[in-house]
């Protein structure tokens, strides 16, 4: 290599010119820091178009009777808003970013194991991701089953369901190659020294995250190429007026998509599990056990889809044994918790960004958790199955959980990402109104839930008005929060302060490169001699 | 930047076989539909089964098992650095892939001209038991056949690669890949034969 190799190697990730130039540069690149950003920006995009739906289903929600638009009209948003918000956003949300960017960086590799097959991914759900919004405005109308699809109404409904249903199954390739590509990258990719278990924890979540997208995606694509095979071919698998059964449909779709909701929190957790030794400079308490609940969360959770059809007619045994591992799953969450506060105990705590987004996650966390209960057991599911408690639980599930530990990941790895610092008054004041906006917004919706209101419909009874105006007012709290909190990142990633290799003082291997890394992230590729949270040098 | 070229035939295979256990569960959304429905029908799919042909079956068995031989056969080769040997096995497989494809032309061909096919009037008469059958008949073995289409690019693609001295008896993951899949692909058929041919 000659000296003017060496020094086009150095150059930062953000800075380096390749075959391509500007955009093209980018769009193109197989840089995994790159391809991290391309998805930052596409998700960032849609989740900007998700809360403005979510915003105005809550606009409209503000008084009974129509106030802003018609029933077909709501239908259409809550399907649109469901369908980004899960397909867009959460399942790739912090793997594609996150993973991308950190994952080699974390396990002292240059890149991931497959580079093109990644660009290719990003490519894939940028496809799906038209295909799948090109639905809102061709053929009959937007869809409007909501983002399950269920059966018979997604093949009866005569909106435009097909687009919706392929962009779906397409999204799910991008999800598949991602996972494949973590995977192999895991298990030959790591730094000379690093064994199993001194890898750390962010990683890890990664790794089972990655078995999930693997070996559940393929179930829901072959159900939604079902639903256009129902379509179309008028097929019958789950037409009762054919023979066929709907609720084979809903067994098939939640097969995979409760282990969404683990592609969902896993690498959240796994975001957590890096911000609180950093900020309690102090090793995680129970690494093992915390490797290990990864695990076997990933796993339990293949068996408990049942929990979302406790009134579609299963047999009570089923009822039972699905009730019992659901139970079950929240066990390994629960040790998670322990740890995670254990590791705050007697920690010398640095209360920054990063640290108090951590910390509401964890509150908002036990929320939704808790409340996973009572939709766990059989009795209390009945009373509250498709209720507005049932939207108020997995909104403080994903986007408490997922949300927070997001803006807790983007917050924490921003001076890495971007090498700029940015303002933390503003956004600690961003988190402020957030949080409280948040809270206001999802917490009502308990009470209206247990009161009897149903979820997804445009109107309510008159007794549910006071809590619909506080929830409103909570949206539009959380909408200027979140307001902030971008903002400040744009305006900081542009001009803010240049930020040091480690500001937070972290010991995992992405603080010991330079912000931003350079183009292959090392010079030389580390060698591990100790526990991944080790404090002490 | 040649230091960024490195190669990693494990971690290929890795990959390859990951991708393979997707696909296994991607069939296994209709193995398990297939299941629930041959366990509510059981007598109509009995009759249904009959009206297939096993002879036709059993050829298409045998032609993929032979295929199968010949594709491992053509990695064989490659290892001993018999380039001559190694196209020829290749076509060989192309031409057994191809021969699979027109029968099963022929035969989903004489189904849809007999009026069995999803949503036909015949069907509806038949009721629900047999919509089914044909049903999954059609979406499985449909999508098996696509599946075939696939190889055969794919196969395709490492016959060039071999003829133009891309993939040598130093370089051959992408050779050994296909041939992992062309191997699913078989082992997939191996079971959809009995399943719908000779459960009468």
Same mark, same amino acid.
């Given at each position: 290599m000659n000296a003017e190799s060496t020094h086009m190697h150095e150059e930062n990730y953000l800075k380096y010119q390749g075959k391509f130039k500007g955009l093209l540069g980018w769009?193109? +690149?197989?840089?995994? *820091?790159?391809?991290?950003?391309?998805?930052?920006? %596409?998700?960032?995009? &849609? @989740?900007?178009?998700?809360?403005?739906l979510g915003l105005m289903m809550k606009l409209e929600l503000i008084a009974p009777g129509k106030t802003i638009?018609?029933?077909q009209t709501y239908n259409g948003i809550f399907t649109l808003h469901g369908i980004t918000m899960i397909f867009l956003i959460v399942i790739p949300g912090i793997p594609a970013v996150f993973g991308n960017f950190l994952l080699p960086i974390m396990i002292g590799a240059k890149d991931v194991a497959f580079p093109k097959l990644n660009l290719a991914s990003w490519w894939v759900y940028i496809f799906g991701a038209i295909v799948a919004v090109s639905s809102q405005f061709m053929g009959d109308g937007p869809p409007d089953t909501g983002w399950t699809f269920y059966a018979p109404y997604s093949f009866k409904t005569n909106t435009n369901m097909l687009p919706a249903v392929l962009g779906a199954f397409i999204l799910g390739f991008s999800s598949v190659l991602t996972g494949l590509n973590f995977i192999v990258t895991i298990h030959r990719m790591r730094a000379p020294g690093m064994k199993w278990l001194k890898m750390p924890l962010f990683p890890w979540a990664l790794y089972a995250t990655a078995w999930v997208q693997l070996l559940a995606t393929p179930i829901v694509a072959i159900t939604l190429l079902l639903v256009v095979l129902e379509r179309t071919l008028q097929i019958g698998f789950f037409d009762p007026a054919l023979g066929g059964d709907p609720v084979l449909y809903q067994h098939l779709f939640w097969i995979y998509s409760h282990p969404a909701v683990y592609i969902m929190i896993l690498p959240a957790m796994g975001v957590i599990s890096e911000i609180l030794p950093t900020f309690s400079q102090k090793p995680i308490f129970g690494y093992k056990a915390v490797v290990f609940s990864t695990m076997l969360i990933a796993f339990i959770g293949y068996f408990v889809w049942g929990h979302h059809m406790f009134t579609s007619g299963l047999s009570e045994v089923s009822l039972v044994a699905f009730s019992f591992l659901t139970f079950l799953v929240a066990i390994p969450s629960a040790i998670k918790v322990f740890n995670w506060v254990a590791t705050l105990y007697q920690? +010398?705590? =640095?209360? *920054?960004?990063?640290?108090? #987004?951590?910390? %509401?996650?964890? =509150?908002? @966390?036990?929320?939704?958790? !808790?409340?996973?209960?009572?939709?766990? +057991?059989?009795?209390?599911? =009945?009373? $509250?199955?498709?209720?507005?408690? $049932? =939207?108020?639980?997995?909104?403080?599930?994903i986007f408490g959980g997922v949300g927070f530990a997001f803006f807790a990941a983007i917050h924490y790895w921003f001076p890495k990402i971007f090498g700029r610092m940015y303002d933390a008054k503003t956004a600690n004041t961003g988190w402020g109104i957030f949080f409280i906006g948040f809270n206001t917004l999802y917490f009502p919706m308990f009470y209206l839930g247990i009161k009897g209101m149903p979820r997804r419909y445009f109107d309510y009874l008159p007794e549910f008005h006071g809590a619909n105006i506080l929830s409103t007012f909570g949206a539009i709290i959380l909408i200027i929060g979140l307001t902030i909190i971008i903002s400040n990142l744009i305006k900081s990633a542009r001009n803010g302060e240049p930020a040091e290799a480690n500001p937070w003082n972290g010991v995992t291997l992405e603080w010991k490169v330079s912000s931003p890394p350079s183009l292959e992230n090392f010079e030389e590729i580390p060698t591990i001699t100790k526990k991944p949270y080790d404090f002490t040098s | 930047m040649t230091q960024q070229i490195h190669r990693d035939d494990e971690g290929s295979k890795l990959g390859m076989w990951l991708?393979? @256990?997707?696909?296994?569960?991607? &069939?296994?959304? !209709?193995?398990?539909?297939y299941a629930v429905f041959r366990y509510v029908h059981q007598e109509a799919f009995h009759f249904a089964a009959q009206e297939l042909d096993v002879w036709l079956g059993a050829a298409n068995t045998v032609i993929l098992l032979v295929s199968s031989a010949t594709i491992a056969m053509s990695i064989s080769t490659i290892k001993m650095g018999n380039k001559k040997l190694t196209l020829a096995f290749l076509a060989i497989t192309l031409l057994l892939a191809v021969v699979f494809l027109v029968n099963k032309y022929f035969e989903w061909g004489a189904k849809i001209e007999h009026g069995l096919f999803p949503s036909s009037a015949m069907l509806a008469e038949l009721g629900a038991g047999d919509t089914m059958f044909y049903g999954l008949y059609f979406a499985m073995t449909g999508l098996h056949a696509l599946h075939i289409l696939v190889g055969i690019v794919l196969i395709g693609i $490492?016959?060039?690669? $071999? *003829?133009?001295? *891309?993939?040598?008896?130093?370089?051959? /993951?992408? /050779?050994?890949?296909?041939?992992?899949? #062309?191997h699913l692909v078989d082992i997939i058929w191996v079971f959809l034969f009995p399943l719908f041919y000779l459960i009468a």
């Open positions: 769009i193109f +690149s197989t840089d995994h *820091k790159r391809i991290g950003l391309l998805y930052l920006y %596409s998700i960032a995009a &849609f @989740f900007i178009l998700g809360a403005i638009m018609e029933a920690g +010398s705590i =640095v209360l *920054k960004t990063p640290l108090i #987004w951590a910390a %509401s996650f964890l =509150v908002v @966390f036990m929320i939704g958790g !808790l409340t996973g209960l009572v939709l766990g +057991s059989l009795a209390t599911n =009945v009373h $509250v199955h498709d209720t507005a408690f $049932v =939207v108020a639980h997995f909104h403080y599930i | 991708f393979i @256990f997707n696909e296994l569960l991607f &069939f296994g959304g !209709l193995f398990i539909t $490492v016959l060039l690669r $071999v *003829k133009n001295n *891309k993939t040598t008896k130093d370089n051959h /993951q992408i /050779q050994e890949n296909v041939g992992l899949y #062309w």
